[in-house]
């Protein structure tokens, strides 16, 4: 098409003009689409495959062998061999490969890179350059995560590193090739979580059956019988015995490490020392008074494998008289009180008073019950010195760092004149006839039984049975048909019913607990108190624990010792000036 150009006097401006149209076409008028020029796309192809600039950059590849087995069973650690042992082969027989490593995990999972320390020193070898090619046998063995796999492989192509994959024949480095990574390798993935659900649903079946797991390797106490069952080891229950026996006695943990430690006791471990950990954890599990706790923890997911502990996310079962415990329930149950007890006293600062107060004491007796009567603060273990003489005493911590600002009359005291007369009140109440202490405990146990209600479990459990039933027969009578007629607000009110009755279950069954453990320690009480009638004996910090609910500081001349249960004496401190 042909355009003429003409300018007018005096204008800068030219118009062009179409001769077989005589359409006048301004500079900044439009082309009509009818008379614009085709658009036409041309393929230029690639000029440079990745692999052949490879091949020539060197004349021999440095190629590397990746392989993996699944588990550590015999079998297939041999395949583990037979791998390396094929790479090796492979790779030599190819006149332009140098055989750079083969790198191997074995009895590792493939679902994440972080256990697997073979395949990380492949890939600092190929970050220091050294490497061209990896050859592994499928997407599978290189990485069961679809993330990882990708990011690595687009980590190796940056370095210049190619990874073919022999089962699926995909080179890295060619076209295309993320995208079939990305189907197998989700492929590989899925395989992983098909295998970790039927796992999942394997040890949920065995928790529903009741088959409690034992890891008897570093399980104290026990060992694996002739049946298959957890069997008792004498000497080591004596221990468990006395790690138990201890804690009640108001040692510490600490306190009882020590100990274990000084008569070269072996941990469960097998080693001379013991953790702090150890000996909480057997102070808190069950299998030690013959129960099984099944799903304690829980793995997140077959991907990260994160361990978590199970506090209400999955479902848990508990299963009772599994095997024959070493501890009796009673002696498990107080512990746990105990344990509660010290756990929850935190530390913190009396009111008017510098030094914290509230964490649990074991090495006197006397700081966690010794009490001033008139700001009822603690009472402190002190260190006089007079005249070049040490002398024990105990003196209220507002006094202490206050001086009488805030205490006015809080005496000090003594410790051989307070311990002298905490004996004296406890052989008095022991020497009383047996007439008086058998009054003295039903009195207690009257106490006891006024704030238990009437027991109505067994009602309670006949009730949820109805409910069930009758549940059962609305579930029964409704078809396809009769859909409608399923009456959604009655099954509502009874699944409502059935769960407030099995609450008032568990609160009858958790205050039975609590009255039956109070009751236990009322007869170890008065145990020792018959015990110490006819034979009198020096202060014992462990007896006090046992009987001494709280010593109050009444003035220099009386103290009022409240034992466990409630009964109150008066006793009077020797003067000793």
Known sequence: MRYGCTQTEGSGSCSKINRKSDIEVNDNMEIPESIRPPRVVRVIPPTINTQESIREKYKQLRVVAYCRVSTKQEEQLNSYETQKNYYTEKINAEPNWTLAGIFADKGITGTSIKK??????????????????????????????????????????????????????????????????????????????????????????SAREGKVAFHYKNFLGFRKGEDGRPEIVPEQAQVIQFIYDSFLSGDSIGGIKDKLEELRIPSPSGKAEWHYSTIQSILKNEKYKGDGI?????????????????????????????????????????????????????????????????????????????????????????????????????????????????????????????????????????????????????????????????????DIQIRIAEI???????????SSETLEAFDEGKATVLMNEKNNLQQQLAQIAERKQKRANVKTRLDDIFTILDGLKNHPMEYDDRIVRQIIECIVVESKEQIKIVFVGGLEVLQELENRN
């Open 294 to 458: 099944i799903n304690k923890t829980y793995i997140e997911d077959c991907i990260s494998k994160k361990v978590r502990l199970n506090n209400g996310e999955r479902v848990k079962f508990y299963v009772e008289n599994n095997h024959e415990g070493i501890i009796s329930s009673e002696k498990y149950a107080l512990v746990q009180e105990e344990l509660a007890r010290r756990t929850s006293k935190p530390k913190i600062k009396q009111k008017g008073t510098k030094t914290e107060q509230g964490k649990y004491s074991s090495k006197y007796a006397l700081t966690e019950l010794l009490v001033c009567g008139e700001c009822k603060t603690p009472y402190r273990r002190c260190t006089w010195t007079m005249k070049g003489q040490k002398k024990i005493v105990w003196r209220c911590i507002n006094r202490l760092d206050y001086g009488k600002k805030y205490c006015h009359k809080s005496p000090t005291i003594e410790e051989s004149v307070l311990q002298c007369a905490i004996m004296k009140a406890i052989g008095r109440t022991a020497m009383q006839n047996a007439e008086v202490l058998r009054t003295l405990k039903l009195h207690i146990g009257m106490g006891l039984d006024m704030s238990e209600t009437e027991d109505k479990s067994l």
């Open 116 to 205: 697997r320390d073979e395949f990380k020193k492949m890939i600092r070898l190929c970050r220091q350059g050294k490497v061209d090619m990896i050859i592994t046998k499928s997407i599978s063995r290189f990485a069961r995560n679809t993330v990882d796999c990708l990011v690595y492989i687009r980590k190796l192509k940056e370095m210049g590193v190619d990874v073919f994959f022999e089962e699926q024949g995909i080179h890295s480095t060619q076209p295309g090739a993320e995208f079939y990574i990305t189907i197998y390798g989700s492929i590989a993935q899925s395989e992983s979580e098909n295998i970790s659900a039927n796992v999942k649903w394997g040890k949920e079946q």
């Open 468 to 478: 069930e039933a009758e549940f059962k027969a609305m579930l029964n009578a409704v």
